[in-house]
């Protein structure tokens, strides 16, 4: 059975930083690109950011490049999101995902093949 639990979401003021990780069980880690997708209240989930199977390369959606980074450990079994300079409107639940395939631009959900039950990011002004 495949499991992605994500961990690390909470308040921060605007401003901060928080580290998401997301620990993956059940499934081939390194055999997946993975990414983070987020989803705020009334509104669709939306893709973040991606990383290739290795590491190698990495995708964000314009809204975070140049302040979130994700990053992956396959000894671990884990995929993290760096994330600074936090603004309230990144106010969302985080969801880790296992993609079907890296298409080196930004995910739908239909490319996803597996979903975490998501984490908590509020960001207060």
């Known amino acids: 059975q495949v499991q992605l639990v994500e961990s690390g979401g909470g308040l921060v003021q605007a401003g901060g930083s928080l580290r998401l990780s997301c620990s993956a069980s059940?499934?081939?880690?390194?055999?997946?690109?993975m990414g983070w997708f987020r989803q705020a209240p009334g509104k669709e989930r939306e893709f973040v950011a991606a990383?290739?199977?290795?590491?190698?390369?990495?995708h964000y959606a314009d809204a975070v490049k140049g302040r979130f980074t994700i990053s992956r450990d396959n000894g671990k079994n884990t995929v993290y999101l760096q994330m600074n300079s936090l603004n309230p409107e990144d106010t969302a639940v985080y969801y880790c995902?296992?993609?079907?395939?890296?298409?080196?631009?930004?995910?739908?959900?239909?490319?996803?093949?597996?979903w975490g039950k998501g984490t908590l990011v509020t960001v207060s002004s």
């Open positions: 995902a296992a993609a079907k395939f890296y298409s080196g631009t930004s995910y739908s959900i239909n490319d996803i093949a597996y």
């Open positions: 990383i290739t199977w290795h590491g190698s390369n990495t």
């Open positions: 059940g499934l081939s880690f390194s055999s997946y690109p």
